[in-house]
């Protein structure tokens, strides 16, 4: 190593490292309070600030490894780097070649960038980004270091993204420190029309406190998402294990601490303990049961997950006398039904539910109309946005 080279590493061990540092996690609207619960659970509380779509707090590196590692219900986890007022490119260019981008980006790391601008004199995102890739260059350079930045996305790593967000002229920088979202755990290697997010899948089933329940049913499962992501919290599994992360590229990284963390966290084989409670998971559907079943291996769980063959609204799932049941239920919608099936549908859903006295209930519901058509009860609503469209998840507790 140089004299130069030591005195960065130094810098980065003071000011990264060492250093606490505020991040946000981003999390599906609607969902903020309970995502909120499972970032306290994790231990990552300090300085915790709720706005909408994410969750701020403070805290060391580790902090951020961990609940990159452990959440199942954050999006994306981002690094606050620097904030300022610009309201000309002067200014702009001025204050990100201040930014110490030689802490964060290592030599030939790729960047792209992601800007919003609101309420702001500069919103030329082609522009602001020019600035940023000139700034960044310079900077780096005084260091003997080059960035990357890829015309187009695809290909090779996966690169390193700055967020950067102006609003009412202040300027908001972060890193990426997630890389891929968190909702992709690597195990849905097989879809069905309309897939359910794993994070929004854990989210509701947090919402409903899948923990109190003895028995989770997915009855009309599609891929199998609400029954894998219940299979895997019941195993207490880290939904990160076997995923890599754009902080595993920053010259802060440090593999063996991390590795140490992660065995800490993983508290042994989690993954092969037996299940305390039973997963019920089924559909109409041969090739949705043939994806789900696909997935369920890729997750490690396939002893616990065994998909079946059943038409929920005619047979009905027997639970032991004993036993508390959760059913989450993510029923069709869109362009497939037409508005006169839909609503039978529905009717049938909310006479099928009211069969099963007793059990906790959580169900996507696409309109306030076939909200009404159930004619369920519920404790509580959170209304959300699933692949374009407004809809509410109804949960009550059994
Ligand atoms: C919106 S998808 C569920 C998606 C699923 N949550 C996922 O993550 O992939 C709705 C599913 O309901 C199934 N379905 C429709 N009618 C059914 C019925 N009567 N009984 C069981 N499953 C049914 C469909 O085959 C489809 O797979």
């Known amino acids: 190593m140089t004299a130069s080279e030591k005195a960065l590493d130094r810098r980065i061990k003071q000011h990264v490292i060492a250093k606490e540092c505020v991040f946000f996690a981003v999390v599906q609207p609607g969902f903020e309070e309970v995502a909120a619960d499972e ?8 300085g915790m600030r709720i706005v909408e779509g994410g969750i701020e707090f403070t805290g060391r590196l580790d902090a951020c490894y961990r609940l990159n590692v452990c959440s199942r219900t ?30 964060h980006i290592k030599n030939g790391r790729s960047i792209v960038f992601s800007i919003t601008c609101h309420h702001s004199r500069l919103y030329h995102t082609g522009r602001i ?21 890829p015309d187009a996305a695809g290909g090779g790593d996966i690169p390193q993204t700055v967020f950067i967000r102006f609003d009412n002229d202040r300027c908001h920088v972060s890193l990426d420190t997630s890389g891929e979202p968190l ?12 897939p359910l997010r794993e994070t929004l899948a854990a989210l509701i089933l947090r919402a409903a406190h899948a923990e109190r ?59 092969s303990a037996p299940l305390p409670g039973t997963v019920v998971c089924s559909d109409i559907d041969d090739s949705a049961l043939a994806a789900a079943r696909e997935n369920a291996r890729q997750a490690g769980v396939q002893d616990a997950v065994l998909p079946e063959k059943r038409d929920f609204l005619r047979e009905k799932i027997v639970i032991p006398p004993d036993v508390k049941a959760l059913i989450a ?12 099936d839909t609503g039978a549908l529905y009717r049938r859903i909310g006479e099928t539910i009211r069969g099963y006295a007793g059990c906790g209930y959580a169900i996507i519901v696409p309109a306030l109309d076939l909200e009404k058509t159930m004619s369920l009860s519920y404790d509580r609503k959170i209304l959300f946005m699933n692949g374009g469209i407004r809809v509410a998840v109804i949960v009550k507790n059994g």
């Open 329 to 340: 239920l993510n029923p069709p919608y869109g362009r497939r039904l037409s508005s006169g």
């Open 129 to 149: 980004e020019e600035e940023l890739r000139g700034a960044i260059s310079e900077r780096l350079a005084l260091y003997g270091l080059v960035p990357v930045f």
């Open 39 to 46: 970032l306290r659970e994790i231990g990552v509380a300090d």
């Open 74 to 103: 954050a999006t994306r986890v981002m690094m606050r780097i620097a904030e300022f007022k610009a309201s000309n490119f002067v200014k702009l260019r001025t204050h990100a070649c201040g930014i110490p981008w030689e802490l």
């Open 183 to 194: 909702y992709r755990r690597g195990y849905k290697t097989h879809g069905v029309e309309a």
């Open 213 to 271: 329940y003895g028995m989770i049913i997915d009855p009309m499962c599609g891929s199998g998402t609400f029954a894998i992501e219940a299979a895997m919290m019941m195993r207490r599994s880290l939904p990160g294990l076997h995923r890599d992360f754009a902080f595993m590229q920053w010259p802060s990284f440090r593999p063996a601490a991390f590795q140490y963390l992660v065995r800490s966290l993983s508290g042994g084989d989690a993954v």
